[in-house]
């Protein structure tokens, strides 16, 4: 990889933008004595008892990317100080419970948004996504934090996944449930989800209704596919609405 510009956005033309592996190489006592007492020190924890130091980057001044942004298996500690925009999709994941932390002091805009397994994402503007935002697996440790709005065209969580925006929610929810926020769509098991999703989209499962798979609808959506049936999301005027999800 070349230099590193200094200075500006960081614009990258390759194939991914590998957030946990460019940037400046930090320190979490750097990074700590950088931004003293925000609300997301307290996520470091996790690599206390994780055993192995975690990769921390730093981006000085934002990220800008017309290429996919991706993280690797972890544990990595990653800041973007700015906004992080890219025109193609934002993959945040982790290694089953390896922990990983993505702080963007800015905003957040993708076309996608992705977060899975042991991660921790904490935005300080608001999340912009002009497709679907999903959250899934990690054993309620996949968790998106905005102190601005999000605003998706769907919000998509399977089990244990969390969000919380202080700013409020603008998108078609589907989840198991949400503070303060009841989902458009209720992920319990119990409903049919054929209502409302692609047939292809569907798990089946003996003595219980169709319920949407959500690695199959993560799939179709990366892929440029529609998740919902004809007609569904206008079911749904509330989505339009910016609706609060925190107290």
Not at 86 to 115: E, M, Q, R
Not at 138 to 146: H, K, S, W
Request: net charge negative; proline share 8%.
């Amino acid at each position: 990889m070349g230099p590193v510009p200094q200075a500006g956005h960081i614009t990258k033309e390759k194939e991914a933008v590998q957030l946990d592996e460019e940037g400046q190489a930090s320190s979490i006592p750097e990074i700590l004595e950088q931004f003293p007492g925000r609300e997301w020190s307290w996520a470091l924890e996790a690599f206390e008892y994780w055993g192995a130091p975690p990769t921390v980057r730093l981006y000085p001044s934002g990220c800008t990317t017309t290429q996919p942004v991706e993280t690797g298996d972890g544990p990595y500690f990653v800041v973007v100080d700015g906004d992080l925009t890219s025109t193609t999709p934002v993959d945040l994941v982790t290694c089953d419970y390896t922990p990983g932390l993505v702080i963007v002091t800015g905003s957040l805009n993708a076309p996608l948004l992705y977060f899975a397994n042991n991660i921790r994402v904490f935005v300080g503007g608001d999340v912009r996504v002009s497709g679907a935002c999903f959250g899934q697996l990690g054993d309620r440790n996949a968790m998106l934090t905005v102190e601005g709005e999000l605003h998706a065209r769907a919000l998509i969580l399977g089990s244990y996944a969390e969000v919380c925006a202080d700013g409020g929610i603008r998108a078609l929810v589907y989840a198991h449930g949400l503070d303060q926020l009841c989902p458009d769509i209720v992920r319990d098991g119990l409903g049919d989800d054929s209502r409302f999703f692609r047939p292809e989209l569907l798990d089946h499962h003996e003595n219980y209704p169709p319920i949407l798979s959500v690695p199959a609808a993560v799939e179709a959506a990366f892929a440029g596919e529609e998740l919902f049936l004809p007609g569904v999301e206008e079911r749904f005027p509330e989505r339009l609405v910016l609706r609060r999800n925190s107290a």
